[in-house]
Protein backbone atom coordinates (compact mmCIF):
# COMPACT_ATOMS: atom_id res chain seq x y z
CA UNK A 1 0.00 0.00 0.00
CA UNK A 2 2.86 2.46 0.24
CA UNK A 3 3.93 4.13 -2.14
CA UNK A 4 7.61 5.96 -2.16
CA UNK A 5 9.21 8.63 -4.14
CA UNK A 6 13.36 8.78 -2.80
CA UNK A 7 14.83 12.22 -4.40
CA UNK A 8 18.59 13.01 -4.45
CA UNK A 9 21.41 14.85 -5.85
CA UNK A 10 22.63 13.43 -8.99
CA UNK A 11 25.89 11.32 -9.07
CA UNK A 12 25.16 8.16 -6.86
CA UNK A 13 25.69 4.62 -7.99
CA UNK A 14 22.95 2.19 -8.64
CA UNK A 15 23.88 0.04 -5.73
CA UNK A 16 23.77 2.74 -3.42
CA UNK A 17 19.99 4.18 -4.65
CA UNK A 18 18.78 0.32 -4.60
CA UNK A 19 20.25 0.20 -0.68
CA UNK A 20 18.29 3.11 0.01
CA UNK A 21 15.23 1.51 -1.27
CA UNK A 22 16.04 -1.39 0.97
CA UNK A 23 16.34 0.37 4.00
CA UNK A 24 13.18 2.60 3.57
CA UNK A 25 10.92 -0.81 2.84
CA UNK A 26 13.04 -2.59 5.69
CA UNK A 27 11.99 -0.17 8.03
CA UNK A 28 8.30 0.01 6.46
CA UNK A 29 8.09 -3.33 7.15
CA UNK A 30 9.49 -3.35 10.94
CA UNK A 31 7.48 -0.07 12.25
CA UNK A 32 4.41 0.28 9.99
CA UNK A 33 3.30 -3.12 9.65
CA UNK A 34 3.40 -2.88 5.82
CA UNK A 35 3.35 -6.81 4.12
CA UNK A 36 5.53 -8.21 2.63
CA UNK A 37 6.23 -7.53 -1.13
CA UNK A 38 4.13 -4.50 -1.24
CA UNK A 39 6.71 -2.69 -2.73
CA UNK A 40 6.28 0.38 -4.89
CA UNK A 41 9.45 2.60 -4.98
CA UNK A 42 10.27 5.56 -7.40
CA UNK A 43 14.00 6.76 -7.35
CA UNK A 44 14.78 10.15 -8.73
CA UNK A 45 18.06 12.07 -9.06
CA UNK A 46 18.46 15.33 -9.38
CA UNK A 47 21.03 18.07 -10.82
CA UNK A 48 21.71 21.38 -8.15
CA UNK A 49 19.64 23.17 -9.66
CA UNK A 50 16.38 20.63 -9.60
CA UNK A 51 17.14 19.69 -5.86
CA UNK A 52 16.52 22.86 -3.48
CA UNK A 53 16.94 21.73 -0.26
CA UNK A 54 16.79 24.19 3.10
CA UNK A 55 20.66 24.16 4.11
CA UNK A 56 19.57 24.79 8.19
CA UNK A 57 15.65 24.90 8.38
CA UNK A 58 15.04 24.03 11.70
CA UNK A 59 18.93 24.16 12.80
CA UNK A 60 19.79 21.19 11.01
CA UNK A 61 22.67 21.06 8.94
CA UNK A 62 22.03 19.30 5.49
CA UNK A 63 24.64 18.74 2.62
CA UNK A 64 24.33 17.69 -0.88
CA UNK A 65 23.88 14.18 0.14
CA UNK A 66 20.43 14.94 1.77
CA UNK A 67 18.26 12.24 0.51
CA UNK A 68 14.25 13.04 0.42
CA UNK A 69 12.19 10.33 0.49
CA UNK A 70 8.26 11.29 0.73
CA UNK A 71 5.74 8.81 1.23
CA UNK A 72 2.05 7.97 0.57
CA UNK A 73 0.03 5.47 2.76
CA UNK A 74 -2.89 4.16 4.33
CA UNK A 75 -3.85 7.06 6.90
CA UNK A 76 -4.32 5.61 11.00
CA UNK A 77 -0.84 5.11 12.34
CA UNK A 78 -0.18 6.56 15.28
CA UNK A 79 2.89 9.22 16.28
CA UNK A 80 4.99 6.59 17.97
CA UNK A 81 4.86 4.41 14.61
CA UNK A 82 5.93 6.80 12.59
CA UNK A 83 8.37 8.35 15.03
CA UNK A 84 9.85 4.74 14.82
CA UNK A 85 9.87 4.96 11.65
CA UNK A 86 11.98 7.95 11.00
CA UNK A 87 14.34 6.87 13.12
CA UNK A 88 14.96 3.20 11.68
CA UNK A 89 15.22 4.94 8.39
CA UNK A 90 17.08 7.44 9.51
CA UNK A 91 19.93 4.74 11.15
CA UNK A 92 19.56 2.42 8.67
CA UNK A 93 21.15 4.79 6.15
CA UNK A 94 23.49 5.79 8.17
CA UNK A 95 24.61 2.75 9.46
CA UNK A 96 24.60 0.94 5.04
CA UNK A 97 25.49 4.21 3.57
CA UNK A 98 26.87 6.62 6.28
CA UNK A 99 24.71 9.17 4.95
CA UNK A 100 23.99 11.71 8.22
CA UNK A 101 21.02 11.65 10.34
CA UNK A 102 20.78 15.40 9.63
CA UNK A 103 20.49 14.28 5.44
CA UNK A 104 17.39 12.15 6.10
CA UNK A 105 14.26 14.25 5.27
CA UNK A 106 10.92 12.55 4.97
CA UNK A 107 7.21 13.49 4.34
CA UNK A 108 4.31 10.90 4.81
CA UNK A 109 1.00 11.86 2.72
CA UNK A 110 -1.87 9.58 4.56
CA UNK A 111 -4.77 8.96 2.13
CA UNK A 112 -7.89 6.72 2.70
CA UNK A 113 -8.06 3.46 1.59
CA UNK A 114 -10.42 3.76 -1.50
CA UNK A 115 -7.85 5.92 -2.91
CA UNK A 116 -5.52 3.30 -4.27
CA UNK A 117 -6.02 1.18 -7.79
CA UNK A 118 -2.79 -1.36 -8.08
CA UNK A 119 -4.30 -2.58 -11.51
CA UNK A 120 -7.33 -3.31 -13.90
CA UNK A 121 -9.11 0.17 -13.32
CA UNK A 122 -10.26 -0.86 -9.63
CA UNK A 123 -9.95 0.23 -6.07
CA UNK A 124 -8.61 -2.97 -4.43
CA UNK A 125 -9.42 -1.45 -1.10
CA UNK A 126 -12.52 0.63 -1.20
CA UNK A 127 -15.86 -0.93 0.43
CA UNK A 128 -17.90 -2.18 -2.06
Same mark, same amino acid.
Given at each position: ?15 ? #? ?26 ? &? ?15 ? #? ?11 ? &? ?45 ? &? ?6
Amino acid at each position: MPFVRIDLMQGKDAAY #RATIGDVVYDAMRATLDVPENDRFQIVG &EHGASDFIVDRGYLGID #RTDDCIVIQITLN &EGRDVEKKRAFYKAVADGLHERLKVRREDVFISLIEVKKENWSFGNG &EAQYAPR
